[in-house]
């Protein structure tokens, strides 16, 4: 099985053009990633902040330096479902919030 790298913007939206979707803050697009078993899940930080990860169903707990992209890999075993997750900065445990709850969608 080929793994493949799933992406997922984290950024801060300081002009607040989408405010319909989402309110100004912390952002993540899109809010939920569809992925397999193996694939890499890389959350590209357009931030000048760590960013922290806590995906507690799939008991996955990462964090990245200041600036720097954040990758996990989906485990081989996990059972499918939607996993909730939460992003916030590393220093400040700011939220990154989506046009809904952030979450992981094992097929």
Same mark, same amino acid.
């Given at each position: 099985?080929?793994?493949?790298?799933?992406?997922?913007?984290?950024? &801060?939206? @300081?002009?607040? #053009?989408?405010?319909? +979707?989402?309110?100004?803050?912390?952002?993540?697009?899109? /809010?939920?990633?569809?992925?397999?078993?193996?694939?890499?899940?890389?959350?590209?930080?357009?931030?000048?902040?760590?960013?922290?990860?806590?995906?507690?169903?799939?008991?996955? &707990?990462? @964090?990245?330096? #200041?600036?720097?992209? +954040?990758?996990?890999?989906?485990?081989?075993?996990?059972? /499918?479902?939607?996993?909730?997750?939460?992003?916030?900065?590393?220093?400040?445990?700011?939220?990154?919030?989506?046009?809904?709850?952030?979450?992981?969608?094992?097929?």
């Amino acid at each position: 099985m080929t793994s493949t790298v799933r992406e997922v913007a984290a950024f &801060e939206d @300081t002009v607040n #053009q989408d405010a319909t +979707l989402a309110p100004k803050g912390h952002l993540v697009r899109p /809010a939920y990633v569809l992925v397999n078993r193996g694939d890499t899940v890389k959350w590209v930080n357009c931030t000048n902040e760590g960013l922290k990860l806590l995906v507690s169903g799939l008991s996955i &707990e990462a @964090t990245s330096g #200041q600036g720097q992209d +954040l990758s996990i890999q989906i485990p081989p075993n996990a059972i /499918a479902g939607a996993y909730d997750y939460d992003l916030t900065t590393s220093s400040t445990n700011k939220p990154f919030k989506g046009e809904s709850k952030p979450e992981i969608i094992v097929k």
